[in-house]
């Protein structure tokens, strides 16, 4: 098995940060995804990858500070998980998540918790392999998501979704609303370039919406804080694809099937 290294404030900008490598229309959300971890290692934030160039990484942190509208005081809160490629079933996805919950218990932590698709949805960790894993579903929505936790206490307070996203709708009501944060070195590139072109060639009104603090995140109207699309006000998609003029109607005929 490959190391595992942390990202830190004093080698980010030499380290890769596993997507959009390659990818250099992206390369201004590529770095805001940086700019974006650098502040919140402040807060106790961990960026943790194999030490190759590959997609195998893992984010979390403390869930207080968590750009995602849950209430969890005391847990940790993983957000992007993946592996991919030939790193498949090779064991990294179990070690990534046990150095994790070594992290959760030396801090003494009452568990981990993940936003995830009740079914799978895009740009998010896998359901099933988690619950593999020994999480359990607390909580699920009616825009389908479920809120995962990992017990290390079993007597502590469990995780909440917030308010915000109980009703899996936004408060903009006409035509198509994109929310978006750097979270994601493909967010902002796609959403304030592609969904602008998709959504001007078929006359829809759209409107984007920045998360630009951790405030704004937590009272999102959507757990996928990376990206969500509603349309009148209904939540569609976490599927940045949509954005781009060859794949919006094909994801969009099949939601609303």
């Known amino acids: 098995?490959?190391?595992?290294?942390?990202?830190?404030?004093?080698?980010?900008?030499?380290?890769?940060?596993?997507?959009?490598?390659?990818?250099?229309k992206c390369s201004d959300s590529y770095n805001a995804k940086k700019d974006w971890l650098t502040k919140e290692f402040n807060n106790?934030?961990?960026?943790?990858?194999?030490?190759e160039r590959a997609k195998v990484f893992m984010e979390y942190g403390p869930a207080e500070n968590a750009w995602i509208p849950i209430t969890a005081p005391n847990y940790l809160n993983i957000n992007c998980f993946?592996?991919?490629?030939?790193?498949?079933?090779?064991?990294y996805g179990k070690e990534l998540l046990?150095?994790?919950?070594?992290?959760?218990?030396?801090?003494?932590?009452d568990g981990l918790v993940t936003v995830v698709g009740t079914k799978k949805f895009h740009f998010m960790s896998d359901t099933k392999w988690f619950l593999k894993q020994g999480f359990e579903e607390i909580e699920k929505i009616s825009s389908g998501f479920s809120l995962l936790v990992k017990r290390i206490n079993p007597e502590?307070?469990?995780?909440?979704?917030?308010?915000?996203?109980?009703?899996?709708?936004?408060?903009?009501?006409?035509?198509?609303?994109?929310y978006y944060s750097n979270r994601c070195p493909f967010a902002e590139f796609h959403a304030t370039n592609s969904l602008?072109?998709?959504?001007?060639?078929?006359?829809?009104?759209l409107q984007i919406i920045k998360l630009k603090t951790m405030e704004q995140a937590q009272?999102?109207?959507?757990?996928?804080t990376i990206f969500s699309l509603f349309y009148n006000g209904k939540f569609m998609t976490t599927d940045i694809s949509v954005c781009m003029n060859t794949r919006y109607d094909k994801v969009m005929d099949k939601i609303l099937k």
């Open 82 to 91: 993946w592996v991919s490629g030939k790193y498949k079933k090779n064991g």
């Open 219 to 224: 009272s999102a109207p959507s757990p996928a």
């Open 196 to 205: 602008i072109e998709t959504a001007k060639d078929r006359k829809i009104p």
């Open 156 to 178: 502590a307070k469990l995780p909440i979704f917030n308010e915000s996203v109980k009703s899996g709708e936004c408060k903009e009501k006409n035509g198509l609303v994109a």
């Open 44 to 51: 106790g934030y961990v960026f943790r990858r194999i030490n």
């Open 1 to 24: 098995m490959e190391q595992l290294i942390d990202l830190n404030k004093k080698n980010i900008r030499a380290e890769h940060i596993c997507c959009a490598i390659a990818d250099k």
């Open 98 to 109: 046990r150095t994790a919950i070594e992290d959760a218990e030396n801090q003494r932590k």
